[in-house]
T-cell receptor, first 115, second 112 residues
Framework: EADIYQTPRYLVIGTGKKITLECSQTMGHDKMYWYQQDPGMELHLIHY???????EKGDLSSESTVSRIRTEHFPLTLESARPSHTSQYLCASSGVGAGSYNEQFFGPGTRLTVL | GQNIDQPTEMTATEGAIVQINCTYQTSGFNGLFWYQQHAGEAPTFLSYNVLDGLEEKGRFSSFLSRSKGYSYLLLKELQMKDSASYLCAVGDNAGNNRKLIWGLGTSLAVNP
């Protein structure tokens, strides 16, 4: 059972608001990821981190920012939300462990709607 | 360039067997993953292949041929709950599968 959590699960906000999507994992994984996925569409990597104080932009350009101050925590922030940010945001983590293939474990996702 | 191809959609009947193919072209290779994703949910890990051959896990099996850049996921004794999207992903060559290159997914519909 993967122990990776995301809050909120659903969020509806107005244009221009600042929001932070939370992601935490209790598996001690060093690597964490943020993906954006529209319904029925592919996964797009928007940010990733290989450890504390390490963050990189992913393959899809995003106006969001991330931080990795603690191993277990990888929040994503949108300074000014727009309707084009409406999507599902999935957080994932991976790391070496017993029986691990370094597979990525996903959180339940945050479904964001910007009006 | 890096590319992963898999069929967009497949349909099968309950109780049957279905094979979902995946071909890849990547600058490096450090293992191939299969994930299952039900509509509106997050992907869940199914299997991992790094060496050539077949890995069996219950009703699901995954095959890899590195020389052909080819993998397949075999689902036996299909159940309605197997209706989902199946994602093929390849680990990059940076070590420890740091990043995955994801396919677009194959949407499987299992009919009664």
């Amino acid at each position: 059972e993967a122990d990776i959590y995301q809050t909120p699960r659903y969020l509806v906000i107005g244009t221009g608001k600042k929001i932070t999507l939370e992601c935490s994992q209790t598996m001690g994984h060093d690597k964490m990821y943020w993906y954006q996925q529209d319904p029925g569409m592919e996964l797009h990597l928007i940010h990733y981190s290989y450890g504390v104080n390490s963050t990189e932009k992913g393959d899809l350009s995003s106006e969001s920012t991330v931080s990795r101050i603690r191993t277990e925590h990888f929040p994503l922030t949108l300074e000014s939300a727009r309707p084009s940010h409406t999507s599902q945001y999935l957080c994932a983590s991976s790391g070496v462990g017993a029986g691990s293939y370094n597979e990525q474990f996903f959180g339940p996702g945050t479904r964001l709607t910007v009006l | 360039g890096q590319n992963i191809d898999q069929p967009t959609e497949m349909t099968a009947t309950e109780g049957a067997i279905v094979q979902i193919n995946c071909t890849y072209q990547t600058s490096g290779f450090n293992g191939l993953f299969w994930y299952q994703q039900h509509a509106g949910e997050a992907p869940t890990f199914l299997s991992y292949n790094v060496l050539d051959g077949l890995e069996e896990k219950g009703r699901f099996s995954s095959f890899l041929s590195r020389s052909k850049g080819y993998s397949y996921l075999l689902l036996k004794e299909l159940q309605m709950k197997d209706s989902a999207s199946y994602l093929c992903a390849v680990g990059d060559n940076a070590g420890n599968n740091r990043k995955l290159i994801w396919g677009l997914g194959t949407s499987l519909a299992v009919n009664p």
